[in-house]
């Protein structure tokens, strides 16, 4: 609690604003600030001009609401004594599992620097909650202890807070997720201490940049972390699956004491004949997806055999529903055809069709003017204009879509180009819109199987929200070896558990938001403490404690969440 103290110095009286806790029983300052003579601070409260130090005039003001909420959670959770447990304390000073906790709740507020995180728990409600101090919180000792968390430790502790956070909070875990994707980095190419970060095919399209893999196992409940695991970055899905059954069957089972009525929910990126197999010998059940140009017997089914789902709450949806083998095994296989997904595809298409046929004619014009003589500078060549329009196809479906040829004519290239309605027909009433699904639970409906299917945004909605530079932001990581980086990722997917969880309190009190949302609202729940003049004459100084001003929104969030307890008065 905040309050106004009292000190003699050389005969003068000089007052500061201070935080006590208890630590081990005994009474601890945990922040101080020098507020100066009592004349000095009536001055300053009532703007008379009399020259006062800038920090006099200042008023303690401190980051309460999100801060608050997810150390709660954390509390809730156990997070501080499971990492100790793993990674015991080992001299004086704070432990493993606090420096863990202070950087975690950081990634989900106001990510920064660790030689900035000091400053910024110095003006939050952390200060007088966790036994740490300002001074404490450097670079130097934030990751003299984070060095002590091996591979095999982030791998127990993870395992052991999702169990107490899968029974805590009574998790659905009927149907759960699997993906990955990867970030880029700043680590630079030539530092061999990193075999995570390597070349290959990012999907921020940061191309010059090395990339780490990340793959998760996600609940269908607020897209909550169940497990990660952290890889190289030019490493395939299918491959990153395969390696990682066997543990996460085994994580899921310990979790719940079985599979049987678990559905596993994945993306065709990590479809193989060995996953397959690996996921037809544990006792998950599967929704996945194939790739629908592979199996163009089922693209070209008439669309008077598809049955409308919109009785199930599917508006726009038709289904076709069939038995086919896929990688070796009979499964049941359901055709779907979405009305905004076509569109959205055509539209899609238009524009890049668009843009194409712009491209072409610039080519055209540009060759028309070599052979009028009215172009200067080295002519073209016709391994030259045949590279731009290769170029220019290389997109999905535009080779299908043009038809080009590059000829000579008076010794320059000549293009001819032309746009294939009859392709262009063929893709609308094949591909477009259209998805195809496979699973093993063939007493499912149709409707039960794409709404499974549809479960997947889940994880897709994880990642982006690690990717947020504003919450959570697992990227850009600056880190240089591969121990750092598994810690710091470690440490986001631990953010995402505490901002997923705090999301899902807030559903259960019938308040929803988005995860930014909830953080920014949350993170304007501020306390305030000001300095007014002596309420008797020649007495101390009066400091008084209130909250920032809330919206209606905020308020509600406020006592969902029962804040109040963390408040100083």
């Given at each position: 609690m905040a309050s106004i103290t009292r000190k003699k110095i050389r005969g003068g009286t000089y007052y500061y604003a201070r935080e006590c806790k208890r630590v081990d029983g005994k009474p601890k300052i945990v922040w101080q600030?020098?507020?100066?003579?009592?004349?000095?601070?009536?001055?300053?409260?009532?703007?008379?001009?009399?020259?006062?130090?800038?920090?006099?005039?200042?008023?303690?003001?401190?980051?309460?609401?999100?801060?608050?909420?997810?150390?709660?959670?954390?509390?809730?959770?156990?997070?501080?004594?499971?990492?100790?447990?793993?990674?015991?304390?080992?001299?004086?000073?704070?432990?493993?599992?606090?420096y863990m906790l202070v950087a975690t709740i950081n990634r989900c507020v106001a990510p920064c620097s660790k030689a900035q995180i000091g400053e910024w728990f110095e003006g939050t409600v952390l200060r007088r909650l966790v036994d740490v101090e300002k001074r404490q919180l450097t670079s130097q000792r934030y990751w003299d202890n984070m060095d002590r968390i091996s591979e095999d430790a982030i791998n127990d502790i993870e395992a052991d807070v999702i169990k107490r956070m899968v029974k805590e909070f009574d998790l659905d875990l009927d149907r759960i997720l699997f993906d990955a994707t990867n970030f880029f980095t700043f680590i630079d190419t030539f530092n061999e201490r990193s075999s995570l970060a390597q070349r290959g095919?990012?999907?921020?399209?940061?191309s010059a940049l090395r990339i780490v893999g990340l793959a998760l196992l996600v609940t269908a409940d607020f897209h909550i972390p169940l497990m990660h695991h952290t890889y190289p970055g030019n490493e395939h899905d299918a491959p990153t699956f395969a390696n990682l059954t066997d543990t996460l069957f085994e994580r899921v089972k310990d979790l719940v004491g079985g599979t049987e009525n678990i559905t596993l929910v994945f993306d065709k990126g990590n479809n193989s004949r060995d996953n397959l197999d690996a996921v037809e010998a544990s006792d998950y059940h599967f929704v996945g997806s194939l790739v629908p140009t592979q199996h163009p017997d089922l693209l070209a089914v008439d669309e008077e055999l598809f049955e409308s789902l919109a009785d199930d709450g599917l508006a726009g949806v038709t289904a076709y529903r069939t038995v086919k083998e896929v990688f070796g095994h009979e499964r049941t296989i359901v055709v779907t055809h979405n009305e905004n997904l076509f569109v959205a595809q055509s539209k899609t298409l238009l524009r890049e069709i668009t843009k194409r046929q712009q491209r072409f004619r610039e080519i055209v014009a540009r060759l028309r003017k070599w052979r009028e003589g009215k172009h200067k500078g080295k002519p073209p060549t016709i391994a030259g204009t045949k590279k731009k329009v290769e170029k220019l196809l290389k997109a999905r479906h535009m080779r299908d879509l043009f038809v080009t040829k590059v000829s000579q004519r008076d010794g320059l290239p000549y293009l001819h180009y032309r746009f294939n309605s009859n392709a262009w027909e063929k893709l609308q009433s094949t591909l477009l819109g259209k998805n195809i699904l496979f699973?093993?639970?063939?007493?499912?409906?149709?409707?039960?199987?794409?709404?499974?299917?549809?479960?997947?945004?889940?994880?897709?909605?994880?990642?982006?929200?690690?990717?947020?530079?504003?919450?959570?932001?697992?990227?850009?990581?600056?880190?240089?070896?591969?121990?750092?980086?598994?810690?710091?990722?470690?440490?986001?997917?631990?953010?995402?558990?505490?901002?997923?969880?705090?999301r899902r309190e807030l559903h259960s009190k019938g308040i929803d938001l988005s995860m930014a949302r909830m953080l920014d609202l949350l993170s304007d729940i501020r306390e305030m403490n000001m300095f007014f003049p002596p309420e008797k004459k020649g007495g101390p100084p009066t400091l008084r404690t209130s909250l920032s001003k809330m919206s209606s929104q905020q308020r509600r969030m406020y006592r969902a969440l029962k804040l109040a307890r963390f408040t100083s008065t």
């Amino acid at each position: 609690m905040a309050s106004i103290t009292r000190k003699k110095i050389r005969g003068g009286t000089y007052y500061y604003a201070r935080e006590c806790k208890r630590v081990d029983g005994k009474p601890k300052i945990v922040w101080q600030k020098y507020l100066g003579k009592a004349e000095d601070i009536i001055s300053a409260v009532t703007q008379e001009n009399v020259p006062v130090p800038e920090a006099k005039k200042e008023g303690l003001i401190v980051d309460l609401g999100a801060v608050a909420a997810l150390y709660d959670l954390s509390e809730r959770l156990g997070i501080v004594e499971i990492i100790d447990e793993h990674v015991p304390k080992r001299g004086k000073g704070p432990s493993v599992g606090t420096y863990m906790l202070v950087a975690t709740i950081n990634r989900c507020v106001a990510p920064c620097s660790k030689a900035q995180i000091g400053e910024w728990f110095e003006g939050t409600v952390l200060r007088r909650l966790v036994d740490v101090e300002k001074r404490q919180l450097t670079s130097q000792r934030y990751w003299d202890n984070m060095d002590r968390i091996s591979e095999d430790a982030i791998n127990d502790i993870e395992a052991d807070v999702i169990k107490r956070m899968v029974k805590e909070f009574d998790l659905d875990l009927d149907r759960i997720l699997f993906d990955a994707t990867n970030f880029f980095t700043f680590i630079d190419t030539f530092n061999e201490r990193s075999s995570l970060a390597q070349r290959g095919k990012g999907k921020e399209g940061r191309s010059a940049l090395r990339i780490v893999g990340l793959a998760l196992l996600v609940t269908a409940d607020f897209h909550i972390p169940l497990m990660h695991h952290t890889y190289p970055g030019n490493e395939h899905d299918a491959p990153t699956f395969a390696n990682l059954t066997d543990t996460l069957f085994e994580r899921v089972k310990d979790l719940v004491g079985g599979t049987e009525n678990i559905t596993l929910v994945f993306d065709k990126g990590n479809n193989s004949r060995d996953n397959l197999d690996a996921v037809e010998a544990s006792d998950y059940h599967f929704v996945g997806s194939l790739v629908p140009t592979q199996h163009p017997d089922l693209l070209a089914v008439d669309e008077e055999l598809f049955e409308s789902l919109a009785d199930d709450g599917l508006a726009g949806v038709t289904a076709y529903r069939t038995v086919k083998e896929v990688f070796g095994h009979e499964r049941t296989i359901v055709v779907t055809h979405n009305e905004n997904l076509f569109v959205a595809q055509s539209k899609t298409l238009l524009r890049e069709i668009t843009k194409r046929q712009q491209r072409f004619r610039e080519i055209v014009a540009r060759l028309r003017k070599w052979r009028e003589g009215k172009h200067k500078g080295k002519p073209p060549t016709i391994a030259g204009t045949k590279k731009k329009v290769e170029k220019l196809l290389k997109a999905r479906h535009m080779r299908d879509l043009f038809v080009t040829k590059v000829s000579q004519r008076d010794g320059l290239p000549y293009l001819h180009y032309r746009f294939n309605s009859n392709a262009w027909e063929k893709l609308q009433s094949t591909l477009l819109g259209k998805n195809i699904l496979f699973t093993d639970n063939d007493d499912w409906s149709n409707a039960e199987i794409v709404r499974a299917y549809r479960a997947q945004h889940h994880v897709e909605d994880a990642f982006r929200d690690m990717k947020d530079t504003h919450h959570i932001a697992l990227r850009p990581q600056h880190h240089w070896t591969d121990q750092k980086v598994r810690v710091h990722v470690f440490t986001c997917v631990l953010a995402l558990m505490l901002a997923g969880l705090l999301r899902r309190e807030l559903h259960s009190k019938g308040i929803d938001l988005s995860m930014a949302r909830m953080l920014d609202l949350l993170s304007d729940i501020r306390e305030m403490n000001m300095f007014f003049p002596p309420e008797k004459k020649g007495g101390p100084p009066t400091l008084r404690t209130s909250l920032s001003k809330m919206s209606s929104q905020q308020r509600r969030m406020y006592r969902a969440l029962k804040l109040a307890r963390f408040t100083s008065t």
